[in-house]
């Protein structure tokens, strides 16, 4: 007897598909209780597109906002922002797959394929423990800084400062840049912690920590156990840290020069130092400032959307093209100059089809933001241009910086941020991958080869 072939269900068939589709539904089911009448102030009635904004921002770690989350949300809409950054943060696959776990399932193999889309590992084998890894990580993780945050925030608040250092602590890790800080001053973000050197360290380490990826955590930890050397690292894990490490560097160095007689001319050299690097670290994804950036020069605005645009690594908490893409791009660049076919790292050879990925990512991302300034540009035509692509990019990298009120902007505008905050999380590659009738590569017949010329 002959079986009937199982019919595919386009939802689920996808493992991109079906991570995209499942923002969607935390951001739409964040909203509705974000609207309830318990997730606001006393006289405050937020619109439903708002609570829509917060939640796709929250969600989507982006830490943009349209109201202070302070004064806008009450207690228990600050603690449902809160959950909604940390599932956006780790993805609701991630929980889903943990609570399988948790209840003695074994997990099946699409969900298998679902897990490693979600963290960006292919490692099947261990999938099961690298999840239940994940989340004893991200709790420790959270739960030191905020031990570390309550030591100056209760100091200088009280009791209050123990909500204030969690959920600080959680946006940190997650790489969100919303915060409480509110009840300071509107708008403050960080600003007023500038000299304290706790609060600055942990809230940099937290972010670096979110933001390289768990697969990378993971195999430091296991390293560690095991006793071995640094050399023993992945391929993968070796460039991610690296690159990170040149990154923050570079981008403090940058930010110390340019910023030197401006944003911080008022502060002793360690100070100067610390609030660079703390802007170097946290521009690249965690949208936190120790310095008002409405007041920066221009090309530190310019030099700080190069940061925003980079990111943080793949599996991270953070948004952008991925800083590993970035250095995929340069090394293929520096290849073609030498007339070499293969494009070369720490002595590996790239993959072609993760060099075409990477090429296709800058320019998906490349071209989505010029589009967006463009309409940017014409609907707000009272604002200037360095301002508005820099909320684009703020907005794509799920960072949260900006140096202007996002209240100002044109409907329009808004609506495009809320589409830039969700591309900038699930990725651009991702979610045109999303509409594909499969996840399966496709074959094709041997062509004639066209030739034409270039540059």
């Given amino acids: ?37 318990i997730s606001s102030k006393p006289g405050i009635t937020p619109s439903f597109f708002e609570c829509l904004f917060t939640a796709t921002s929250a969600t989507c770690v982006a830490g943009l906002s349209l109201n202070d989350t302070f004064h806008t949300w009450s207690v228990f809409g600050q603690s449902v922002i809160m959950c909604l950054i940390q599932i956006g943060g780790l993805g609701l696959i991630t929980f889903s797959s943990v609570f399988s776990l948790s209840l003695n399932k074994k997990l099946s193999l699409k969900s298998m394929r679902l897990a490693n889309s979600q963290i960006n590992t292919n490692d099947f084998a261990n999938i099961s423990s690298l999840f239940v890894n994940v989340i004893r990580i991200t709790l420790l993780c959270e739960s030191i800084g905020a031990a570390f945050l309550s030591i100056s925030f209760c100091r200088k608040y009280g009791l209050k400062g123990i909500f204030m250092a969690i959920f600080s602590s959680v946006s940190s890790y997650c790489n969100s840049g919303l915060d409480i800080n509110g009840f300071i001053a509107p708008g403050c973000s960080f600003i007023p912690f500038q000299n304290d050197i706790i609060v600055v360290i942990t809230l940099s380490i937290l972010t670096v920590v979110g933001g390289i990826g768990f697969v990378v955590i993971n195999e430091l930890i296991q390293l560690k156990k095991s006793h071995k050397k640094i050399k023993f690292l992945s391929f993968h894990s070796k460039l991610a840290i690296f690159s990170t490490l040149i990154l923050i560097v570079t981008g403090t160095l940058a930010i110390l020069i340019m910023e030197w007689s401006n944003t911080l001319a008022d502060m002793s050299f360690p100070e100067k130092l610390s609030a660079s690097a703390f802007s170097s670290i946290t521009a690249r994804s965690a949208g936190f400032s120790v310095v008002d950036y409405s007041q920066t020069t221009t090309f530190t605005k310019l030099f700080t959307s190069f940061l925003m645009f980079i990111g943080a690594c793949p599996g991270g908490t953070g948004g952008g093209i991925k800083i590993t893409t970035m250095v995929i791009l340069i090394m293929t660049t520096i290849g073609v100059v030498k007339n070499c076919e293969d494009t070369t790292i720490f002595k590996h050879k790239i993959n072609k089809n993760t060099v075409y990925k990477a090429i296709s990512l800058l320019f998906m991302s490349s071209l989505l ?87």
């Fill in 1 to 37: 007897m002959l079986q009937m072939p199982k019919k595919r269900n386009i939802l689920t068939d996808n493992p991109v598909r079906t991570i995209c589709l499942s923002f969607i539904s935390v951001i739409m089911f964040g909203a509705i209780i974000l609207f309830l009448p």
């Fill in 369 to 455: 933001i010029a589009i967006a300034t463009i309409i940017f540009y014409i609907t707000n035509p009272d604002i200037k241009l360095i301002d508005l692509f820099f909320t684009i990019i703020s907005a794509f990298g799920t960072v949260g910086i900006s140096t202007m009120s996002v209240q100002d902007l044109s409907q329009i505008s808004k609506y495009i941020l809320i589409f830039l905050m969700y591309i900038g999380r699930v990725g651009p590659l991702s979610f045109a991958l999303m509409f594909g009738i499969s996840s399966k590569s496709k074959k094709y017949v041997s062509l004639p080869e066209g030739k034409t010329y270039v540059g």
